[in-house]
């Protein structure tokens, strides 16, 4: 009934950029907040980037300066541009949608299927 379709992984070098999209579709009536988490090869997922319906960015310390997160509420899409990538950024990359279905249902959390971020040389 809700979908997110992630886009625009792939394998750069160091130093390059790269841009996600993730959009969301189906039945809902509002979307809280979107954002990107990422989860390395043995390591736990974690917050990448999130953005409110209100525009209240977050960021995780680790990609503050080099990615930034963008939304747009009339297509219900979800962006992060990522300059500077360096290795310690490879993770797959998972989009977040903390949506309503219906006016009397409580908020609950979306996820897309994920897309690969490679950084090497």
């Known amino acids: 009934q809700v979908q997110l379709v992630e886009s625009g992984g792939g394998l750069v070098q160091p130093g390059e950029s790269l841009r996600l999209s993730c959009a969301a579709s189906?039945?809902?009536?509002?979307?809280?907040?979107m954002g990107w988490y990422r989860q390395a090869p043995g390591k736990q997922r974690e917050l990448v980037a999130t953005i409110t319906s209100g525009g209240k960015l977050n960021y995780v310390d680790s990609v503050k300066g080099r990615f930034t997160i963008s939304r747009d509420t009339t297509k219900n899409t979800v962006y992060l541009q990522m300059y500077s990538l360096k290795p310690e950024d490879t993770a797959v990359y998972y989009c977040?949608?903390?949506?309503?279905?219906?006016?009397?249902?409580?908020?609950?959390?979306?996820w897309g299927q994920g897309t690969q971020v490679t950084v090497s040389s």
């Open positions: 977040l949608a903390n949506l309503r279905q219906n006016w009397w249902k409580e908020l609950n959390d979306y």
């Open positions: 189906g039945t809902f009536v509002s979307i809280n907040v």
